[in-house]
C-alpha cells in the first residue's frame, strides 16, 4: 500500500475536546433564545430611556431615532419568535425547557409590546410640542418616566438570572409607578385650566404609557417565576387575575 | 485526472482538507450530488429517481416508513450496494464531483474515505485499543498509534471513560458505550463523511441523546448523513431533511422514492408537501 495513504491519518498531538454535558448543543439553542430576549429587553429600556429624555428636554429631533430603535426590537422579536417556535418543533422540550420555551413565547409579546408603547410615547412629544411649564408636571414626568424605565430594566435582569425572587418583587415594586401615575393625574387636573383640553388628552395618554410598561414588566417578572418554579405568584395564572 | 478522482483511485489521504478548501463560506458546497439515482434488486424496482445534494459539514437526515428506500440510498454513498449480487445502481452518484460508479473507482477506497456505522454496535471481538487501531494498522499507519487511539476515542467522547481498560474487551462496555467506540474505529481512518444506519435506535434515550451530541460535534470535522426511523431524532440533529415514502409502482411493487428534501427547521414547522404533513405530525396511512 501507497505510503502515502497514510498521512492524513492521526494528527500526532491529542488534544482533548470538551464532552460535558449530553444535550449541550439544545442548551445553547435555550441560553441564545434567553440571551436574545435580554437583548431586545436591553434596547427597550434604551429606547424608553430616550423617550423620556426627549419628552422632558422636548428633543423633536430624537423622535425618528426612537422609532428607528422600535425596528431592531420587531426584528429581533421575528427572529426569536421563529427561533422558539422551532424549538419546540424541533427539540421536543419537557419541564423547565417547555416552560421556557412556552414562556418565551408570552415574554416576547410583553418585550415587543413595551417597544411600541415606547414608539407611542415618542409621538406624544410630536403632539405636545413642549411639556407644560409647571414644575410640579415635569417633575412628576421625569420620575414616572425613571421609575417605569428601572422597574422594566429590573425584569430583564430577573429573567436573564431567572431570579425568581427579583421576578416575584416587581409586583410589589410597580406600586411606585401606579402611584406617580395616580399623582401625575392628580395634577393633570389641577392644571387643567391651564394646560387646555389637547394637551391634557396627551398627557393622560402619556400616564397611562409608562402605567402599561410597568405591567409588562410585573408580567415579564412573573413568567420568571413561572419559569423556575411552575407556579405563577400566588398560584393564579396571569390571566385570571383581577386587573388593578 | 481530478484532483479527488485521483484520490479514490490511489491515494485516498487527506480528501477533508483539498476538499473543503473550495468550500464558499455561505453555502456550504456538496459532497454529494445525487440525481436520477434508481436502484434495482433484480427486478424489484427499489428507489426510483432520487436527487439530493449533501452539503460538506451538515447532517442530513433520511426519513420515511419501512420500505421508503432511505437506508438503500445510503447504501450508495459508500458502494454498499455492491456487495448484494442482484442490486444495480442507475444514475449519477457524485462525491466532490467525481461519479462513484466510474469505472476506475475502487470501491475499497471509497469506503476508506466515506465511514459507516450501523444500527447494532459491531465492536470487533478484540481489545478496546485493538478496535481502534485495526483499521489504520491495515492502512500501514505509521505514526504514533497511542495518540490516535487516545484522539480517536476522545473525538467520540469515550476517552474518559475507557482510558484506564483499553485492554480489556470491547464488549465489556455498554451499547451506548461500543457505538461510540464504532463511532471513534469509524474515525481513526481520518474519513471525510460517515454515514449512520440507524445508529441509535438499540440504544436507551440517555445514550441516544449522548450520541446525537456527539454527532453536533463531529459535523465541524465530517459530514454526516444519519438514516432514522426516528423523526424526532432527525429533527433534532439534521440541518437537512429528506422524507422518503412508498408507492405502488405499475408491477404492483412497492418502491420508494423522494418526496421533500429541505432544511430540516421548515420540514417540521412547515413541509411544502402533505404527505410529509401527514407523515410528520404521526397521520401517516
Known sequence: MDTRDTGSIGTGNVVHRHHDETRHH??????????GMVEMGSLVVENARRASVALVENRLEMVQGIIDGDKEVNQRYAELERLTFETLARQQPVAKDLR?????TRILYELERTGDLVVNIAYIVNDLHGLPASAQLRSLVERMAAASCDLFATAITALGDLDEVV??????????????????????GKEREVIGLEAGIALNRLGRFWERIGDHAVNIGENTVYIVTAEFPGDTHLALRDED | MSEPMNRLVTTPAAVGDSASNV????????????????????????????????????????????????????RCFNRMNDLIETARVEGSVRYHGVDLYGNDVDPVQVRRHIGMVFQK??????????????????????????????SSLDRAALWDEVKDILNQSAFALSGGQQQRLCIARAIATSPDVLLMDEPASALDPIATLRIEELMHELKSDYTIIIVTHNMQQAARVSDRTAFFNVSLNEKGQRTGHLVEFDETGTIFTNPAETATEDYITGRFG
Request: charged content about 25%; aromatic content about 10%.
Open chain 2, 23 to 74: 468550500a464558499s463560506a455561505a453555502e456550504p458546497s456538496a459532497v454529494f450530488s445525487v440525481t436520477d439515482l434508481n436502484v434495482f434488486y433484480g427486478d424489484f424496482h427499489a428507489v426510483k429517481d432520487v436527487g439530493v445534494d449533501v452539503k460538506e459539514h451538515e447532517i442530513t437526515a433520511f426519513i420515511g416508513p419501512s420500505g421508503c428506500g432511505k437506508s438503500t440510498v445510503l
Open chain 1, 100 to 104: 421556557f420555551l412556552v414562556s418565551s
Open chain 2, 121 to 150: 454496535p459491531n465492536p470487533f471481538p478484540k481489545s478496546i485499543y485493538d478496535n481502534i487501531a485495526f483499521g489504520p494498522r491495515i492502512a500501514g499507519f505509521k505514526g504514533n498509534m497511542d495518540d490516535l487511539v487516545e
Open chain 1, 26 to 35: 439544545f442548551s445553547e439553542i435555550l441560553d441564545e433564545i434567553r440571551n
Open chain 1, 167 to 188: 421576578g416575584r418583587r416587581l409586583d410589589a415594586d410597580d406600586d411606585v409607578v401606579d402611584e406617580l401615575v395616580e399623582a401625575f393625574y392628580e395634577q393633570i
